[in-house]
DNA sequence: ATATATTTTTTGGTATGCCTAAATTAATAA
DNA sequence: TTATTAATTTAGGCATACCAAAAAATATAT
């Protein structure tokens, strides 16, 4: 398998799975990546042939250790780039990714350390997301679900981890949809529930519902 | 045919044809490249179906115009990346050429140009080689056929433009041989042949053979 | 629960870039 | 000139990355 299919195939997951905290489904990558469905079965089984991920049918896939090492040394390589190019070469924020997403694929660790130097090592790029250190470590993002949120912040929701449309519904009539902004108005110690204001109107959601919803402090 | 495949060809006929002013034979790109000779083969066809190249049988390989453009922007990433790298990122000369051989093959006009702005628009890269600017414009390179050469000047053989064993055992009796220094005592008006101090003998050669060496002025 | 819709996988099939070995063509030497 | 050697090309094959269409599995809706 060529190195830049492996990359493209690992970073594209690692994202699509808030930080490997979900299970990442076929289409989602098929769309991301801009590929057949077969394709991407194709490719998810090479990559668990090579121990990057696990993937079984009708499961996704999620990155093993291995996976995810490589996944973040090249989140690592994109952002220092982005950065380097926004900050030091005079681009756009907004121009800086296409770039990156080639520049990405070279690897080589004195030139990525040497720009990140120049930049001061810095642990986030310039569009708020954290950048990985030459060993991997990653500054927590922002996202959480909402099972983990502190009573009277303000957050907004950024997804889902569970699809079933039973559970889209029950979100819609709530109107917790995506983009939407809650705040954390009461956390029953006895159940977990959580009571939320949302759109002006206050909501009671029991702790598996919160458990499923990815939010992002404000 | 990959971006990335033809512009190593194209690079690499380039480069082994002294600024185009050579064919280039099979087995030379095929070791440049690293590539089985029968795939050479199936290469050259290509690109010359692409109008790249001008490319037949027993004849060798020739860029076209188009083809030297292309060459002359690979050229030019190249050798803007390796300059950068070198005095603006503190890699070591001997550094350089690996880490641009990956860098030259993202095409990005404003990336190589504002890099190429930061270094001062050099004409030079750190290891003298010429750079050509945004048009392809390369500062004339001081490999020149011997019987472009100016009286009483000195110069040094780096190569030959035929191969013939004939000719090469001919220079091979004169002493003629790559690395050698020449100097030119005289030029003859009426057939152009060109008198020559070479290792302490002074030699006659004609116009014809002097047509075949390629000089670069010590 | 069963029909319908959606997603995933399987099954061919294509194009590309490469290779080895054999055949051809060109160059060199006797 | 003819035999030998060297370079090039052809022929046949392999692996990879892709795709479209059919089949299978899963999820959804009535």
Redesign the pocket.
């Known amino acids: ?2 190195q830049e ?1 492996i990359e493209n195939y690992l970073k594209t997951i690692y994202n699509l799975s808030y930080n490997n905290t979900a299970v990442v ?3 989602t990558i ?1 769309k991301k990546l ?13 990559l668990h042939n090579l121990k990057l991920i696990v993937y079984e ?2 499961y ?1 896939s999620r990155l093993t250790t291995n996976g995810s090492k490589l996944a973040l040394d090249i989140i690592r390589r994109h952002r220092i780039w982005e950065t380097y190019l926004a900050k030091e070469l005079g681009f756009g924020w907004d121009e800086v990714h296409e770039i990156a997403e080639e520049l990405e694929h070279i690897n080589n660790t004195k030139l990525i350390n040497k720009l990140a130097s120049i930049l001061g090592n810095p642990i986030y790029d310039p569009h708020g997301e954290p950048i990985p250190d030459e060993k991997g470590k990653i500054q927590k993002s922002n996202f959480i679900k909402l099972s983990e949120s502190k009573l009277k912040c303000n957050y907004i929701v950024m997804g889902v981890t569970d ?4 559970f889209l519904k029950y979100l819609e009539k709530q109107k917790l949809i995506i983009g939407a902004e809650v705040k954390v108005i009461n956390i029953e110690d006895f159940d977990n529930s959580i009571t939320l204001n949302c759109n002006k109107n206050k909501i009671n959601i029991s702790n598996k519902v919160a458990e499923s919803i990815i939010v992002q402090l404000k």
């Open positions: 398998m060529r299919t489904n076929n289409q098929s801009n590929l057949n469905p077969a394709t991407v079965t194709e490719g998810l089984r090479k049918k009708s996704g699809h079933s449309t039973l």
